[in-house]
Nanobody, 121 residues
Framework: QVGLVESGGGLVQAAGSRRLSCAAS????????MGWYRQAPGKQREFLAASYSEGINKYADSVMDRFTISRGNAKNTVYLQMNSLKPEDTADYYC???????????????WGQGTLVTVSS
């Protein structure tokens, strides 16, 4: 079993900051990448940022000036630092990871259950 647990969601005022955390657990042989998506009410899930095992980070154009993705020292955690938040950033934020598991050896894409961020004006 492989799982992701997000934390850090909540209510924040516009122009404020919030840091989301996500931890992977389970029988993981390798984490290829970890990233963040969000889904606002009535909208499709949107890519925000990803961190790859090669040390490369990628961002959506819409958030690259305000959001920063980083990995923990243990590499099984990922963070999303969100600054200058706007009401339109209100959404459920999801962590995802591309991992390699054994028994049998295979690639797996894992999603967390999401954490709600509400930005008040």
């Amino acid at each position: 079993q492989v799982g992701l647990v997000e934390s850090g969601g909540g209510l924040v005022q516009a122009a404020g900051s919030r840091r989301l955390s996500c931890a992977a657990s389970g029988s993981i042989l390798k984490i290829k990448s970890m990233g963040w998506y969000r889904q606002a009410p009535g909208k499709q899930r949107e890519f925000l940022a990803a961190s790859y095992s090669e040390g490369i980070n990628k961002y959506a154009d819409s958030v690259m000036d305000r959001f920063t993705i980083s990995r923990g020292n243990a590499k099984n955690t990922v963070y999303l630092q969100m600054n200058s938040l706007k009401p339109e950033d209100t959404a459920d934020y999801y962590c995802t990871a591309a991992v390699v598991v054994g028994g049998p050896y295979r690639d797996l894409e894992v999603w967390g259950q999401g954490t709600l961020v509400t930005v008040s004006s």
